[in-house]
């Protein structure tokens, strides 16, 4: 065998698939460890609920979570719906942290206001506004068996016709 067969394409061929078995030997040797997760899921029921005020526009309906409330106003005139809904703790022993946030805000070039008023059931007291023509959170909590109050207030422009969607997230923790 002369030196010029061994510079020619097959020893060149045979290093490369020898090279590629290495690889594929040296990838299938990985040694694979396992954890592994062996849990519960618990169902129960809601520990924040919504109740439905005597002053929540009629029509209004909750399913679970989810409320579905229209509010009618007139343009021009500041009109507030009080008693509306409430935001009620089921759970006697546990205070939960909770966030309101307005999640899709009504437009300010529609509104002169639109504002959530939060107040303590049980005393009347005023907690605080929550202004819905923006992305507003307003953190708070919601004491064992402590009820809050929401009432709506919205003042419509002159200008202002049609419907305006606005979406409030509560979160609890």
Request: proline content about 2%.
């Given at each position: ?107 300010a070039s529609d509104f002169n206001s639109a504002n959530v008023f939060v107040y303590n059931n049980a005393t009347a007291g005023y907690l605080h506004t929550i202004d819905m023509t923006g992305q507003n959170t307003y953190t708070t909590t919601l004491a064992g068996s402590g009820v809050d109050r929401l009432d709506f207030q919205t003042y419509a ?17």
């Amino acid at each position: 065998m002369e030196l010029k067969e061994l510079r020619g394409k097959k020893p060149l061929k045979l290093v490369f698939l020898l090279f590629t078995a290495l690889l594929i030997g040296t990838a299938s040797a990985t040694v694979y460890n396992y954890l592994y997760i062996q849990g519960i899921v618990t169902v129960g029921s809601a520990q924040i609920v919504w109740v439905q005020g005597s002053g929540a526009p009629s029509g209004t309906t909750i399913a679970g979570g989810l409320v579905q409330m229209d509010l009618s106003v007139q343009a021009g005139l500041n009109q507030t719906y009080t008693y509306c809904l409430y935001l009620k703790n089921t759970n006697s022993t546990h205070q939960f942290n909770m966030n309101i946030t307005i999640t899709t805000p009504l437009s300010a070039s529609d509104f002169n206001s639109a504002n959530v008023f939060v107040y303590n059931n049980a005393t009347a007291g005023y907690l605080h506004t929550i202004d819905m023509t923006g992305q507003n959170t307003y953190t708070t909590t919601l004491a064992g068996s402590g009820v809050d109050r929401l009432d709506f207030q919205t003042y419509a422009k002159t200008t202002a016709s049609g419907n305006y969607n606005f979406n409030l997230r509560v979160t609890y923790w």
